[in-house]
């Protein structure tokens, strides 16, 4: 089975991007055959900022390795790299109605939280379709939120199918990782960098620290037993809790007797010790950011290696050239 998926190098990474998607591509390339990639073209619907854009590329792909993303199975490469994606996106639209694009409630969500409403951010979907087509894709584990575009990809495959009358594409589906909660942020909503409530991956540890002795919480009093339901750290804590740790964090809301302050505390020893160990690995890999740039090349090559011939069975069916 062919798995593909692609993050948008938009912001740092936090642990909601973590335990909500990247967590699952590094453990479906032990079973699939697996392409991830980095979406540059779709991140400069909202970065217009060249020396910016090309960190927070290199820095995705060093955090990739850096959680488990195996080269040597995985394939790993920048959206850019394929310049058979913009041209098959071109193909794609002109099959593709308007209606179909304006029913998108991403569109209307990024606008609502300040992204200009450009042409591009509305086409959205469509390169998204062709990221997915490319590589013949059959499934592409997304998260709830981007379902509605999958199903804009397979519209668009039935649309093009059915204008030539040939069919090129693979239908792919969608996995929606339902049994992943969404992960709280500081103040108790959904953790996401538009919120600014995040707690990143990388990034200096102080800053970490700084950020999980901010959660927000309640003024129950430290001898009282403390609400759980809606609760920011006790969402947080139970994520991150090894097994033999969840009966103490249990009884600390129950029983009453530990203070929020001693609970971050233990959260931040919890961090430290999930992700401490990736954490020396990106910095290890920001030394050698050639070999982050080899894992990228050959990884467009595994990519091409689909892509070029299905890009000359396409434009034989279209009619261009
Ligand atoms: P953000 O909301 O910070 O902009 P993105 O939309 O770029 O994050 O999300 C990238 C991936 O991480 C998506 O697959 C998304 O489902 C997942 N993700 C983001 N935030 C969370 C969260 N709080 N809980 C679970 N998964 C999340
Ligand atoms: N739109 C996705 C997101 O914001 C990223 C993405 C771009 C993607 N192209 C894709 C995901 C193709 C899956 C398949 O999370």
């Known amino acids: ?6 993050v948008q190098p938009s912001g740092a990474l936090h642990i909601g991007n ?4 990247i967590r699952q591509f590094v453990e479906l390339q032990h079973e699939h055959d697996c392409y991830y990639f980095l979406a540059d073209l779709h991140a400069l619907t909202s ?6 854009l090309r960190g927070l590329v290199t820095d995705l792909a060093t955090a990739f390795l850096a959680l488990g993303l195996d080269p040597g199975k995985a ?10 994606i913009p041209e098959l996106t071109w193909y794609l639209s002109t099959v593709t109605s308007m209606g179909l694009l304006q029913r998108c409630h991403s569109f209307k969500d990024k606008v609502a939280q300040g992204v200009i409403p450009s042409h591009g951010l509305f086409a959205y979907p469509v390169l998204m379709a062709a990221d997915v087509l490319i ?27 059915a204008t030539y009358g040939r069919e090129v594409f ?78 103490w964090v249990e009884a600390a809301f129950d029983e009453g007797g530990t203070g929020y ?21 990106f910095e290890e890999l920001r030394r050698h950011p050639e070999e982050v740039e080899a894992v990228l090349r050959s990884g ?5 290696a689909i892509a070029v011939p299905l890009m000359d069975e396409v434009r034989a069916i279209v009619g261009i050239r």
């Open 261 to 281: 302050g001693e609970m971050k505390k233990r959260l931040f020893a919890y961090y430290l010790a999930t992700f401490g160990e990736a954490r020396r690995r």
């Open 47 to 52: 970065v217009h900022d060249a020396d910016r």
């Open 75 to 84: 394939a790993l490469y920048r959206q850019s790299d394929l310049p058979e």
């Open 1 to 6: 089975m062919r798995v593909l998926s692609g």
């Open 18 to 21: 973590y335990f909500g998607a």
């Open 135 to 161: 590589v013949r894709a059959n499934v592409v584990p997304v998260g709830r939120d981007q379902k509605q575009h999958l199903e804009v990809t397979r519209d668009i495959v039935a649309s093009f199918h």
């Open 300 to 304: 467009a090559e595994r990519a091409r």
């Open 170 to 247: 693979t239908m792919p589906e969608p996995m929606i990782g339902d049994e992943v909660a969404v992960v709280p942020g500081l103040d108790g909503q959904k953790m996401s960098k538009s919120y600014g409530n995040t707690i990143d991956l990388f990034g200096p540890e102080k800053e970490i620290r700084q950020r999980i002795m901010s959660i927000t919480t309640d003024s129950t009093p430290v001898e009282a037993p403390k609400p759980k339901e809606g609760n920011a750290l006790y969402g947080l804590l139970k994520l991150f809790a090894p097994a033999g740790e969840r009966a």
